[in-house]
């Protein structure tokens, strides 16, 4: 009983660090330029694409091709951002909610139209497949990977937006934009890096993520629900509000199915109702 | 706060003096008249076209009322379907559960979505911007879900056939044309417009539009925001399952992609298309997008996603108040220069 606990619960972590990191961009850009960007889970799925693509066609072992797919994507993101994004910027959030509703029902279509409608495989290197048996519980080996890799790229964002002039301008920009802009900080080259950054990590969840969360072109539209919440729940532009919400979500989620899985997705609603019941702020305090 | 493309969808372009004193004008003009002549000109013009037809009427009925909340109260709905399945789940219920006549199931669904749409509204009123994206998407989702999970009332995936039709007042039954169910449609549709008209240019309508402006002024103003924000949510609710119990009785079927997702992104495509907060809009979209998927079924429907997604952006990006702020648009330029 503790044992299915314990694992429930580890199971939960992986799937809520992997929401963080798919997430945490969207968080980042929704309080940073205060934009609704629907079309962000399609950036992970770009992520997950790209991935399969370069181990399929390249045969890159599944490690090396992280870095690329990251790089990849943050630069798709940088074009989207210079080219399309940006003429929305000062726009109000239903033409924002229109315009990547549009974006991401492209995306769909597209990645129907070259990959086909089913669910991409992956196949995952030796040394990450298998259980690992610590203290009478089960650990996949794979979701102990996922859960490093998230805490290293928790800390690296970390130490970004803390300790560097790079983070300490997008803070600013946050907080606000026209003293920002006022002080000399170039508010535009911020924004590109950070929805590049964003959209780039993204696109990292998305490559990790195919072994958990699956990959098909309907993944923008199926977990644009879950992203969103991370976001409202953690309230946008906090970077710890968003994990403390994606794991929140990630273990409830995992519960809800392994305990009662006749309730379905129905766990995952109801705590969002209850969740933005009593913190229409999100949990962070911090207006959305 | 959603002010700006509500700024400059919002007015309705009239004659100037209209826009001088800023109030809304009652009085029918010629072009709306010419326009409510159309649908009974088409009953005899295109004879074989009638079920598209009633198609048509029935989901401008949906996007009137997403076009009551999102264009006139600022409030966007991903999860608008909820209402409409709502609606027509319970009339093809009432209807394949012994209960044929249409227009209790038609008063039935509508009241069935109204009563649902309240504890929502609640719940979507208390929010900000992204709280209310992501109730509604979620509530729609939900739907979906329940009704995927609900089989034995619902169907589950395969929907709900074996659907009685009665006869309409009695006398009329559902003909294999479409006859019945487009005069049907129509007059479900005009008198329930009539009725969005009056309300969109009734105080309540008003302090709608102040409140899309300006949230805190309007308070300020000792509006109670929240509870005409909620009345709206409601009626709008009612709308839609008036629109989905319509096309559950005139097409027999009803299956959970009436609860859908892409059913929530359609109507907000077809309110985009036509231009928000204008009524006509909501029309004249829903024509031009069923045509439009009808003209273009022999091609693969993946393509006709893309072009939708194209078209989304397009308008955002270009064309913003749609079909119906260009002709305004283009009305006011040749006003000028005459």
New interface residues.
Partial sequence: MLGSFLGVLFDGVAYGSLLFLISVGLSVTMGLMNFVNLAHGAFAMIGGYLCVLLMSRLDMPFLATLPVVFLAVALIGAALERTLYRRLHRAGHLDQVLFSIGLTLMAVAAATYVWGPGQQPVRLPGFLRGQMHVAGVDLGIYRLFLIGLVVAATLALQFLMTKTRFGARIRASVDNQAAAAGLGIPVDQVFVLTFALGAGLAGLGGAVGIDVLGLDPTFPIKYMVYFLLVVAVGGAGSIKGSLLAALLLGIFDVAGKYYVPEAGAFIIYGLMLVLLLFFPDGLSGKKA | ??????AEAGEPAGPPRNRLSGLPDDRWSVREAIFWTIPPLCYFAFPGYLMLGSQILIAGLFALSLDLI?GYA?I?S?GQAAFFGTGAYTAGWLASHGWPDPLSGLLAGSAAAAVVGLPIGF?VV??????R???T???G??FF??AN?AASVTGGVDGLSGMEAGRLFGLFDFDLFGRTAYLYSLGVLFPLFLGCRRLVRSPFGLSLRGIRENATRMAALGAPVRRRLIGIFVIAAALAGAAGALLAQTTRFVGPDSLG?SRS?EV?IML?LGGAGRLYGALVGAALFLLAQDVLAGFDP??W??W??????G???HA?GGVMGGCELLAERLGRHR
């Fill in positions: 706060m959603m002010t700006r493309p509500a999102m600022g966007v991903l719940l208390r929010g900000r911007d992204l709280g994206l992501i109730v998407l979620g509530v989702m939900l879900e329940a999970k997702f992104a907000l985009v993946l393509y996603q893309f939708l997604g194209l078209m989304l952006v308008v955002v990006l913003r």
